[in-house]
């Protein structure tokens, strides 16, 4: 069974920076797809980055430029480094892995305000 925890999360002022981690436990790491979503309240869910097993990274529009996915096969860990970030940022982050079957983290929050 995969359990992915995330954290990084805080409170950061428009134009700082933040970089979550989410841990994964659980077999295959290297062979997951990994992702991370936002969702603001009362809005959905949505891709905000995701990389391939092989390394292949794609980016919401909203982010491009200024997020970057990463991953450490050998620690099996996923990364969202985040500058520049903006108010409309502000949202909880989901890890999400996915093969066979697909797994969410709980959520870490991450609010952009001075």
């Known amino acids: 069974q995969v359990q992915l925890v995330e954290s990084g999360g805080g409170l950061v002022q428009p134009g700082g920076s933040l970089r979550l981690s989410c841990a994964f436990s659980g077999a295959f790491f290297s062979l997951n797809a990994m992702a991370w979503y936002h969702q603001a309240p009362g809005k959905e869910r949505k891709l905000v980055a995701e990389?391939?097993?092989?390394?292949?990274?794609t980016y919401a529009d909203s982010v491009k430029g200024r997020f970057t996915i990463s991953r450490d096969n050998a620690n099996k860990m996923v990364y969202l480094q985040m500058s520049s970030l903006k108010p409309e940022d502000t949202a909880v982050y989901y890890c999400y892995a996915r093969r066979r079957s697909t797994f969410w983290g709980q959520g870490t929050q991450v609010t952009v305000s001075s």
């Open positions: 990389i391939s097993s092989g390394d292949i990274t």
